[in-house]
Nanobody, 119 residues
Framework: QVQLVESGGGLVQAGGSLRLVCAAS????????MAWYRQTAETRRVLVAS???????DYTDSAKGRFTISRDNAKNLLFLQMNDLKPDDTAVYYC?????????????WGQGTPVTVSS
């Protein structure tokens, strides 16, 4: 099992920045890919950015050029640096981790941290 706890969300004005942090605990040695997702009351949970255990990153078009995902494997931390925030970025942001053991993948989610961007 892996436990994920997000922090860093809050209220920010358009054009501002926030840094989200996800702390992983438990069977962290089994974590492969990690990612940030977001969800609003009107939309399903969607991918924002992902990163492999080796550091390869991928972003959705809305995040490219503004958001940076990174991880510190030694400290079991995942980050999302969000710059030039827009009101459309308002959502609850969730940390995601996938583990692999004995030919089986398991997915884990944090509880979410809310981000509100005011215009």
């Amino acid at each position: 099992q892996v436990q994920l706890v997000e922090s860093g969300g809050g209220l920010v004005q358009a054009g501002g920045s926030l840094r989200l942090v996800c702390a992983a605990s438990g069977s962290t040695s089994r974590i492969n890919n990690m990612a940030w997702y977001r969800q609003t009351a009107e939309t399903r949970r969607v991918l924002v950015a992902s990163i492999t255990s080796g550091g390869t990153t991928d972003y959705t078009d809305s995040a490219k050029g503004r958001f940076t995902i990174s991880r510190d494997n030694a400290k079991n931390l995942l980050f999302l640096q969000m710059n030039d925030l827009k009101p459309d970025d308002t959502a609850v942001y969730y940390c995601f981790a996938r583990t692999y053991r004995n030919f089986q993948f398991d997915n884990f989610w944090g509880q979410g941290t809310p981000v509100t961007v005011s215009s």
